[in-house]
């Protein structure tokens, strides 16, 4: 039976089946799968068309494909949109409607939705995705569109069953096809290349099928339903796939079988034969939490019967596995995979082949259906460890990884999902267990301390798995789902899940050790640091991140308590394993700590926001003594690495330094560090904290009182820039807020104020730098109202400018005023600077503000700010500043710098002097009452007698006890009764303490920062264990940088001091303000109390503002202080410091001195110099000023007896330009199309964003034009055609200048020198372009300057009262003359060469097809014509740069650098060449009745040109350059008086044409014009043309169409002047700056536009003087005719009716000339650049028919092309380029739709020119990487069409490169 349906038709066959299977008896579904054994049949290849229409078929069941799926679409219950994309799909997130951070719409979707308003942003999707609209666990309803908003099951009926009945029991068979192809196709190993083509191959074939199965998920709810039964049930699975079939005699079920349980052996995390070794090893390891596999040294004295058992584990030793705890050991995670129905397998297989993208689509595409996402998360979930393991065993990662992330984040995004996974499946277990795996394979011993004893893992940072991120969608989808409160609480719950997470975490602690290079540089700089950081920030960080959202409430505390304790314990762990007892390992640091940080963490959130006791959560001090060591390791290597003392280690140390407090690391790394050291200071003992700061930062030896010392630790060199670093970490570490009480508002105040105080800022570069949250599901989300509230209260917007450079600045946020006056914080900004010149940068920033506003005009000191107060936890961090040590420190520094002893510095006396004002502004409670009075006498044995500072600072110490070197200047001397030790005298030891102690008891009580230290530490440990044997084992180590006893040079020194730090302090006053007894208190000139002046106004200011401010209010804390400060001042002289004291003032005194006379002797030479300048102005004044006005403007009329001097830029000379030696021009010759683009209406263009909009080129200039030619060769002679119109407009070459000049033979050495530099030019030099000498304008030729000699210069004279006929004779004479020109050719001099040089230079500016428009290819009249239009186009591109018209007048800057005169010199020396034959000489026939040539003398000769359609601005040029000699100016009004005549009857002849014909009648037959018979009236004029016309065949044609043009009640006389004027006009401003550039006068201007004409007409001598003055100008009363007017009309007349009669079509269209054009400009763009976007991103290419992976818009005409596109290339040329050739004549301007950004192509180079469209703020969006909605910025794009009609690309665009064709 299965046979016979074979061979039916299969639509009939489905039909009959349809029926049996829905009657009575299984006999249907019986045939129906006869029938698919035999479609289906294993043998026959999966995805052959007639499998697939077979399926179709019997699915349709009788009916066509396509009306099934339209059936099945109308039962479709889905609410959700699903939408499935790849890879670079453009997709929309919404942050407003979005509940989770993961959401994303399709463009359909979010164009549908309402989103008008909202926080959004479009985005190239990197891994794919799908859209959420409709799914409200995602999102919001509010923000679903329209579709999905309203779609509700209720209102869909019910799915018919025999509908689907054919598909349910085709489905399962179709389905197990495919898992039948993908066993057979499967073979391992992958990496073999043969293998993987094999797999790709077993892809493709299956493709067809995977497609058919995806057609079908996109019919709807109801087609999905069915699929979802057909995976999901474990019957069908079992009966199809694994039961009977696979049994018995169906060999080929059972091989297949085979095939699929191979492939599943390799499924389980841990394979067979590794398990055995871990089980041996968990029982060998007890109780630690990690151990390492085997042993760790000595792998190779193994026996060789071992090696076998080795292979499972890979080597011990070599690979470190971690021991994974019992809990974790769970068979559903370890053992092999188990599937139960088609689904599991199909996912099995996804995996196995790597995820191709369309099992990917297919799977994802059935999401929408509720019941299938269920089972299919679950799926996921159990193969996860198998996805994860082939992920780290793939070549391709990157794509894998993408791939994974595409469908887990669709199923972990949906909290309770993600719940009910964990719950049910150990999601979490799974997750930690496979990460712990993952990392085991790159496990290293670590180095950090103590090498040899070190039991420590770390991830070696080399490993692929690290350095490639191969671990990325594991930690992603870990973060995503600890997002979930719920699944968190769980996480957190779960002890054993903490105990291993910590384990875990613990493998990032210390790694990427960085060992400081002590003597060659390295030789290799290794990059693993980039990966290190990745891994620190993703890995750990992030879900640290996460945890701490859901530990915000005071209910979540025993979460808290609980991470705290776990840290604790691993952290303890690590001291260890790591073997540490005190004191660090010298020279070695690792920027990664992650446990502390954890810890940091967790204890802020548990003080901040639970409210829990800080003490409760606190180790013992021992603990904390040692968690402070790295974290302060930390802070002293970046000072050493910004010292420059890791040198030796390359670039990459530095990078780490700078990646380290980098804003997207900062808040995960350097602010947890720097808090975890705040809360050690505040409780640990303080003198061992900041006795251990200056250690670590190796500068206890400096503090010392002599002059000199020896610093074992450090270079002299490095002395400075460590002091300042400790100290500058004391200042920070007692001024940050950030987590000791500062509210999250405050802070992102600060971090803002930080970043706009050191630059201004982008709003996209400061939404960057603030440091946020790195978990993106926690806390604020940048962007948000929150982030722009802020922004606006602290900073004002300034718009985006232009610089003169042509450089386009973005939008920028500067801070307010009162931002400087009262929250610039240079201590935050020291905190947040990646690179140390910003703080510079803001102290600049700084100092201009306070010049600005007249508040100090100084050098500004950074000024102080007070602190916002403590969080009561943190109370004990200000013990600190009332400690003994911290004042010894802060003694011996003010004395150090009052005594000018080396390597002190401003900076360091500015932290000195902060500290000393945030001690005073923090008394402690219980000493701000002392006020006990000590005097010298009290002081008898030590330093300081207690610790409140403001009982310290009046203190006086009196003698000192130094080591110091014998060569010190210090006299040694016996020790006085009272001696203090100095600081940092001994660092030997505590026992050497004792003895020197024991032996001068009667002097002083050694006091050493180190030695007490460690004496504390002793202290500690000893109470900590009460064991003295364990004491005994914790002996201090003397450092292997500390100075050894033996040192033979050190002596023992009493020096005399006599000093308080008040003091001290008094003395650096005078000392900075070069004046002796400079501090006087105010309080006793005025009596009144000090609480009078408030200190906090004197902020700003340098040291002495500083000084005074401290001791105001060190007076105002104190009355013994107060006192104090009198007694000082009222001392007649200050105290004598020994010895140095009277040098030191002398110094001071010499170098104020100095610097006067300094002063003084600069001013007299400034004054000096500016008279010079003076004088020297004047005279270039008086002898250039005529000069650079020829040099600029050659051709003056003035009468000079001495000739044009040029200055050559090059060698300097000045001198005339001669024949032999010339001077040129600097010039660019460019071609250009921009007056071709002119079009009729003033209205640009619209940029067409929809398919009905459309460009048509015809109404443009260019066209027009070409059109107009080709008629004329139509029907008339060709070389009158090339003489009767220019061309040009397309094409034609521009030349211009920067109007500098230089010898030619200067020019070509110049040439040969850029020719031989090896530098790389962005020009190309072969192709004759350089860059002006001078002001490095591009250039690519020169232009001859024309010798004018004095006695030529008088023939260019004023014309004479001769009339009008005795002009046109003498010019008619002329003409017929042979050259007189003074240059001719046949002596061949070096100028005409250099002249016919340039000529081709012209010539090859511009393609081949620009210049030729004759019959006959390279004709003298082709070139007669080229060289014509070359001035003709210069002419007017003047006139458009002047706006179109010449209102303004006068000579203006583009006349000041014209190059037009040389340019007529060169053309007209041409142009003389050219001998115009007198039969056709057009003079003769504008001048005088000719006789009437025959126009027919032989058939094939073609009549002339008639005059009436001659362009008549072209005759001016033909006939002024092609005079034989230099020009009268009274011939040059002659010839522009005829000429107008012609222009006049034109205008009228053009006008007639537009009458209608009852007009023209009325007109021809006016009784009252035959009275009035003069030549200047228009209606006599008008009349006799119609007349002369109405005789040929020409009103006649025209009738019909173009008559109704305007309608005949518009002709009143006003308008037939009007529109004379009009057509009279653009020939009158081209003629008139003709004369402007021959004789040099200056253009006349007018005010109003009207004016404009008669201005003209008299400044070219058309009016007589007598009409001038008249307010209306008639355009008819500059007639004068040299004969009667009629009859030269009527000869003109006859030569147009004579050829209308063979031609009556084009006749009419070539009389009506209309030479009015607007302003060239480019097309109007929309407001909103989406409207492009969407239209053109996914629009086809017109030649090739696909989707241009680049595709740009040409912003000139509209074309859309492709940029780079292989498809379209043409002969080498991509197709930008070819546009840019056609279009521009070599320049392009395109719009790159995918990058909103504009190129620009000029000839062989090309520019980025930045983008026209920007954002709210003010800012670019280059490749549409923020996707914010951007919108036209006019400004920008007025200088884009500016710089395109002006030709300034070259010069004002920079960045210039060679495109090559490629574009």
Known sequence: MAASLLCRDKRSAAALLKAECCGQGGRGAQLLGELLDSVLCPERAVAEAEVIE?????????????????????????????????????????????????????????????????????????????????????????????????????????????????????LPRVILRLIQHLRDGYSEPVSDPATERDLQKTLQQMEPLISLLEDLTKMGGAMRCILTRVL?????????????????????????????????????????????????????????????????????????????????????????????PNSTKDSSIMDILKHKCFLEEILFWTVKYEFPQKMVTFLLNMLPDQNYKIAFTKTFVQHYAFIMKTLIKSHESDTMSNRIVHISVQLFSNEELARQVTEECQLLEIMVTVLLYMMESCLIKSELQDEENNFHVVVNCGEPLLKNNTYWPLVSDFINILSHQSVAKRFLEDQGLLQMWMNFVSFFQGMNLNKRELNEHVEFESQTYYAAFAAELEACAQPM??????????????????????????????????????????????????????????????????????????????????????????????????????????L????????????????????????????????????????????????????????????????????????????????????????????????????????LCMSDRTHSTLLDLIPENPNPKSGIIPGSYYFETMLSAVADFKAPAFEPG????????????????????????????????????????????????????????????????????????????????????????????????????????????????????????????????????RCSDSWFHGTNIATNLHHIINYVRVRLPETAPEVTREPPASTSSDASSFVQGSRRATALNRESSNTAQVFSLVAERRRKFQEIINRNSGNAVQAAAVRPKTSKWTAPNSTPQLTTTILEVRESMLSLLIKLHHKLSGKQNSYYPFWLEDSESTSRLDPMQQIHGDGITAIERILIKIAARSRQNKCSIEEICRKVAPPVPPKKSSSADKKALDKEERRQKARERQQKLLAEFASRQKSFMETAMDLESPDSDVAMDIGSSEHQDAETVYDCVICGQSGPSTEERPTGLVVLLQASSVLGHRRRSTEPKKLPTSDEEQIYPEDTCGTAHDVRITDLQQIFKDSSCLQSVSIGWEGGVYVQTCGHTLHIDCHKSYMESLRNDQVLQSFSVDKGEFTCPLCRQ????????YPEKSEEKSIWSPYTNKNLMTLIKEVEEQQEQLGMFPVSISSITNLSKEMESVMKDIRSTTQKKYIDYGKTPGSPDNDFLFMYSVARLNLELELVHRGGNLCLGGASATTKRSCLNQLLHVLAMHMRLFRIDSAYNPWARLTRLTQAIDLGICDDEKPEVPLLYRDVSSLLLILVLSMPQELHKEHFTCIVKVLYNLLYTQAIATLSVKFSKEERAAWKNSRKLKTMCTDKSWEVLLSHIICELSKGKLYCTGDTDQVTMLSTSAWSP???????????????????????????????????????????????????????????VNSSSCLEWPIAAPGIISQW?????????????????????????????????????????????????????????????????????????????????????????????????????????????????????GSVYLDTHGEEDRDLRRGKPLYLCNERYKVLEQQWVTHTFDHINKRWGPHYNGL
């Not at 630690?288 to 596999?293: A, G, Y």
């Not at 006349?1644 to 307010?1671: K, V």
């Not at 991509?1774 to 279009?1783: I, K, R, Y």
């Open 1614 to 1672: 006003q308008s037939i002047e009007y529109s004379i004027q009009q057509f009279c006009l653009p020939f009158l401003r081209t003629t008139s700056l003709l004369q402007h550039h021959l004789f040099g006068d200056d253009l006349p201007s007018c005010q109003r536009t009207e004016e404009e004409f008669g201005m003209l007409a008299s400044y070219l001598g058309l009016l007589s003087p007598s009409l001038q003055s008249s307010d209306e």
């Open 806 to 937: 042509g450089s386009m600045q973005q939008g920028m946020y500067t801070p307010k005023a009162d931002i400087w006056n009262q929250e610039f914080d240079p201590i935050m900004v020291i905190l947040r600077t990646v690179y140390r010149r910003d703080v510079q940068s803001a102290m600049d920033r700084y100092m201009g503000f306070l010049k600005q506003t007249g508040k100090f005009c100084g050098n500004p000191w950074p000024p102080y700010r007070e602190r916002a107060p403590l969080n009561p936890s943190y109370r004990g961090l200000m013990r600190i500043l009332h400690c003994k040590t911290l004042h010894i420190v802060l003694f011996t520094l003010l004395y150090k710098i009052s005594m000018d002893h080396q390597n002190m510095s401003e900076h360091i006396l500015c932290m000195v002097l902060y500290l000393i004002e945030l001690g005073l502004d923090n008394l402690l409670e219980e000493t701000v009452e002392e006020e006990e009075m000590f005097g010298e006498e």
């Open 545 to 650: 991140w996460g945890l701490l959202t859901h530990c915000k409430i005071r209910e979540t505390q025993e979460y808290t308590r609980t991470v705290v304790r776990y840290c604790l314990d691993a952290l303890q762990d690590w001291f260890d394993a790591i073997n540490f007892v005190d004191e660090p390992a010298p020279n070695q640091v690792t920027f990664h700590l992650p446990l502390h940080r954890y810890y940091a963490m967790f204890l802020s959130k548990a003080i901040r926001c639970q409210q829990l006791d800080l003490d409760s959560l606190l180790p013992d001090q021992e603990m904390l003594m040692k968690m402070m060591v790295h974290p302060l390791q930390i802070q002293a290597s970046l000072s050493e690495i910004h010292s420059n003392m890791w040198v030796r280690n390359g």
């Open 54 to 170: 077979w399926c179709k078929c019997l699915m349709a069941g009788g009916e066509s494909f396509d009306d099934f799926c339209q059936m099945v679409r109308g039962y479709d219950n889905a609410t959700l949109c699903g939408l499935v994309w790849t890879a670079n799909f453009v997709a929309y997130r919404c942050r407003t409607c979005g509940i989770s951070p993961c959401m994303s719409l399709c463009a359909e979707c979010f164009n549908a939705g309402e989103h008008t308003g909202h926080d959004f942003n479009m985005f190239r999707s990197q891994a794919g995705g799908a859209c959420d609209c409709g799914d409200s666990s995602v999102m919001r309803d509010s923000g679903f569109c329209k579709r999905h908003r309203s779609a509700t099951c209720s209102n869909i009926p019910s799915v018919p069953n025999e509908l689907m009945m054919m598909s349910e029991h085709l």
């Open 652 to 755: 990459q140390i530095k990078g780490q330094a700078m990646t380290y407090v980098q804003s997207h690391f900062c808040n995960s790394m350097i602010d947890p560090d720097i808090f975890l050291l705040q809360i050690c200071a505040s409780r640990l003992d303080p003198d061992y904290f900041v006795s251990s700061v200056f250690e670590r930062f190796k500068v206890v030896d400096l503090l010392t009182m002599a002059s000199q010392h020896q610093n074992a630790a450090l270079d002299t060199e490095h002395e400075r820039s460590m002091l300042e670093g400790a100290l500058t970490f004391l200042v920070i570490l007692l001024s940050l807020r950030i987590h000791l009480g500062m509210t999250d508002d405050e802070i992102l105040r600060a971090e803002m104020v930080a970043q």
């Open 1338 to 1345: 591009f250039a690519n030729s020169v232009l001859p300057c």
């Open 232 to 324: 999901t049930n474990h019957q069908i699975y079992n009966d199809l796939s694994s039961g009977d079939l696979c049994t018995g005699e169906k060999t080929y079920a059972k091989k297949n079988y085979e095939k699929y349980l191979t492939a599943l052996k390799g499924s389980g995390l841990v394979c067979s034969e590794e398990r055995s070794v871990t089980s041996v090893l968990d029982q060998m390891a007890g109780a630690s939490n990690v151990t390492i596999l085997g042993a760790t040294a000595g792998t190779g004295q193994m026996d060789s019967s071992d090696e076998e058992e080795q292979d499972g584990s890979q080597g011990i030793g070599k690979r470190k596995r971690v021991k994974l």
């Open 1693 to 1809: 007349c006859l030569e147009v009716t004579t050829s209308a009669e063979s031609h009556s079509e084009q006749v009419m269209n070539l009389l009506v000339q209309d030479p009015q054009w607007s302003v060239p400009c480019l097309l109007q763009l929309p407001e909103n650049y989406n409207t492009i976007f969407q239209y053109y991103h996914r629009k086809a290419c017109v030649h090739c028919s696909k989707v241009p992976k680049d595709p740009a818009l040409c912003l000139v005409c509209g074309t859309f092309v492709c940029l780079k596109g292989q498809c379209c290339k043409q002969q080498s040329y991509c197709e930008c380029v070819l546009h840019s050739q056609n279009c521009g004549a070599g320049t392009g301007i395109f719009l790159l739709i995918n990058a909103s950004v504009i190129i620009v192509i000029r000839g062989h180079r090309f520019c980025l020119w």
